[in-house]
């Protein structure tokens, strides 16, 4: 056997190193100046400087900057979804919905972009996806700019104390609005009323309660967030498409992979640049109080006016690449879908159907779609399962997921796409390695359940104190149940100095505030103890166990996107690769993305212990049942992960004798090459090699 055969058997490829035959008219030789197709530029301004840019690398590397900077924004309304709630008086299931008004506008539009994605010109299109993207987070942000409330709902300290004060008396257990109660002026306490309603109005604006205008900062997120899904839908299978129609197949994913390692990226800048905006108070002022306190709210907004401008400035190199960086065939033309008005309709739905009459097709969408499910409701409220479970700010939180489990994520995405290119990896391969990863992760997720902290214990919820009260020389231990009379529903917790968590500054009985930390607390378990604002960080030392099983199981799982991508697009024919693409991404929209986070907003919901009301106003929860919230946390993860690798081994079975595999370069590298028969035969013995006995 000849050295090219031998080569080209290696590659499980026999004719990868074919040139293909252009189209060409007449005598006269084809070339890229004689096609603007293959030109950079616009129009008649297309100078052979810029020619130099129309290759694939060039391109891959200026989308990625783009991709990028859309993939941040796509992911940073996910690390301030604590801080919106706490804004807006938001519960999960309403931040739930606004994540998934992003996959909302997606299915609206996904198969019929995809359907047209070689009837477009797809670098213009990527472009108009990318500034789109940038419009729908400059719009999240208005939610900022026309809140009436923005100065004075979130600290009230301007209308009754002067600013500069670092010392203030407050009453003893008057701090049930999380504001200071007025004084009489001899120092004496006011008497203790109930908070003031006006036809159902509260006047307290507590953070964390619904006002009149919550309503219209949901609209405004939730159209952004539909802009951006609707600019989403031609992402994913344009760039596969592009890539794979003016790349070898061979290399179709390296490309990939470093498309979607880098763009993966974006949750990590997002989570860490989301933990850092949450460091600056909203309004973008030095406030009198600290991060821990349950009054903080970070400058959420500011993420969404940066990212917005950077993706609409990246967007527009993209708009001078050409149209296509490989010479005009006629497969082209035939892959193209043909006709216009109802025509084309009717051939889009055809290639549905085809594609429904695909076993191995339909068990590979259906298993990724669930594990997509699990992977939005994980990702959306990670942030606040790590505030909850170990009592962390929400900068922390944000920052530790950035540099730990996104991170894993983006390597594994990275090592599957080369793993998969450099050992040229056949697609019933491909399947096994990953039904492989993805039990290996299921099984990690699994014992996260075993690495959480147990429910705090919070005087006046649900741990008893009885002090001896001796600063009063009154000897009177009832003084605190009795004297006190705390709001039951002004949970405002703190930590004192004898480290023990209070349900309020109230019930630890303080009666001053100083330098953000409440002193002469009569009611702790020493004498005139001190407490600040936040729950006591907890000692159960499980944090790093945590994120070491979450950085290797999210290294895990996503080092099966590659494979698993290959094993789809082989899968099926090359004239319904681009809309097996779309339909894929509709579906995993549909049954994992969209239904994801709203699904674990209901369960997070149904363990609050403490909601945020006031005068009959819903709000957010301010304190969990941390232990049956990682039940529900991961025993949702471990049963739809189970349930996937049971259908990812559906789609190895049906696979496993399967001849017809996408993996030829171009039909008419047979056709026009002069031992086209021979290859042809060589191509069959390579897809049989390719099979499992």
Not at 61 to 78: D, I, K, N, P, Q
Not at 555 to 579: C, N, W, Y
Not at 622 to 635: C, G, P, Q, T, W
Request: glycine content about 8%; charged content about 15%; some cysteine.
């Amino acid at each position: 056997m000849d050295k090219s055969r031998e080569g080209d058997q290696k590659n499980n490829n026999p004719y990868s190193n074919v040139e293909l035959k252009p189209m060409a008219t007449g005598d006269t030789e084809y070339s890229a100046m004689d096609d603007p197709d293959m030109q950079c530029g616009i129009g008649g301004c297309r100078p052979k400087c810029l020619q130099f840019f129309a290759k694939m690398p060039v391109f891959i590397g200026v989308y990625c900057f783009s991709g990028l900077s859309t993939s941040v924004l796509a992911m940073f309304v996910t690390s301030q979804i604590t801080t919106l709630e706490r804004h807006f008086g938001l519960n999960s299931s309403q931040s739930g919905f606004l994540m998934s008004c992003n996959d909302i506008g997606f299915l609206t539009m996904t198969l019929f972009v995809t359907y047209s994605a070689r009837r477009v010109h797809i670098p213009r299109a990527l472009c108009l996806s990318a500034a789109v993207y940038g419009l729908g987070g400059l719009v999240c942000a208005l939610a900022y700019v026309f809140d009436p409330y923005k100065t004075d709902r979130l600290y009230q300290t301007n209308a009754q104390t002067d600013n500069t004060s670092t010392d203030r008396q407050v009453t003893l257990c008057g701090y049930e609005e999380l504001s200071i109660i007025p004084y009489n002026e001899n120092g004496s306490t006011v008497s203790k009323t109930s908070p003031d309603c006006n036809g159902g109005q509260s006047i307290s604006l507590r953070p964390g309660v619904s006002t009149d205008y919550t309503f219209w900062a949901v609209t405004f997120i939730a159209i952004g967030m539909l802009l951006q899904g609707i600019a989403k839908s031609p992402r994913y299978p344009y760039i596969a498409t592009f890539v794979d129609d003016n790349v070898k197949k061979t290399k179709t994913a390296m490309y990939l992979g470093i498309v979607m390692g880098i763009g993966i990226f974006g949750p990590a800048i997002a989570f860490v640049s989301g933990g850092l905006f949450n460091t600056i108070y909203v309004t973008l002022q030095d406030v009198p109080i600290g991060i821990r306190d349950s009054r903080w709210i970070g400058a959420w907004w500011l993420g969404f006016v940066i990212y917005g401008v950077i993706g609409i400035v990246l967007a527009i190199p993209l708009f001078f690449f050409p149209r296509r960086m490989k010479p005009k065939t006629k497969l082209d033309e035939d892959l193209k879908p043909s006709g216009t008005g109802m025509k084309h309709y009717r051939g889009m739905a055809k290639a549905i159907l085809r594609l429904f009459k695909n076993p191995i097709y339909v068990c590979v969408v259906s298993a990724g779609s669930l594990s997509l499910m699990v992977i939005s409701g994980t990702i959306a409220y990670s942030p606040k399962y790590l505030e909850t479970q170990y009592t962390l700010p929400t900068w922390k939180a944000n920052v530790l997921l950035g540099v730990i489990q996104v991170s894993g994520a983006s390597i594994g995405t990275v090592v599957g796409g080369l793993l998969t290119s450099k050992l040229k990896l056949c697609p019933v391969t491909c399947i096994k390695l990953v039904i492989g990863l993805k039990t290996v992760a299921v099984l990690l997720s699994g014992t996260l359940y075993f690495v959480g902290c147990p429910n705090p214990n919070i005087v006046g919820y649900n741990f008893k104190l009885n002090p001896q009260i001796n600063s009063t020389g009154t000897g009177n231990d009832t003084l605190c149940e009795k004297t006190c009379d705390c709001l039951s529903d002004s949970y405002f917790p703190v930590c004192g100095s004898d480290n023990r968590n209070y349900y309020s500054p109230c019930v630890a009985g303080c009666t001053r505030e100083q330098n953000q930390t409440f002193v002469n607390c009569l009611c702790t378990s020493s004498q005139n103890s001190t407490v600040e604002a936040g729950l006591c960080e907890p000692d159960c030392g499980m944090l790093i166990p945590y994120l070491v099983l979450s950085f290797a199981g999210a290294l895990i799982e996503t080092m099966t996107i590659m494979p698993g991508l290959i094993f789809q697009i082989r899968s099926v024919s090359e004239k319904d690769k681009a809309f097996a693409m779309g339909m894929s991404s509709f579906f995993n929209t549909l049954i994992g993305w969209l239904p994801g986070p709203v699904i674990m907003g209901r369960l997070i919901d149904t363990v609050c212990e403490v909601w945020n009301t006031s005068c009959d106003r819903d709000g957010s929860c301010a304190l969990y049942d941390i232990v049956n919230f990682r039940f529900r946390f991961i025993i949702f993860r471990f049963s739809m992960g189970v349930l996937a690798i049971l259908i990812f081994s559906l789609a190895y079975f049906k696979s496993r004798n399967k001849t017809d595999w996408s993996t030829e370069e171009r039909t008419e590298m047979i056709l026009n090459h002069p031992e086209g028969e021979k290859l042809m035969t060589e191509s069959k013995q390579a897809r049989r090699e390719c099979i499992d006995p």
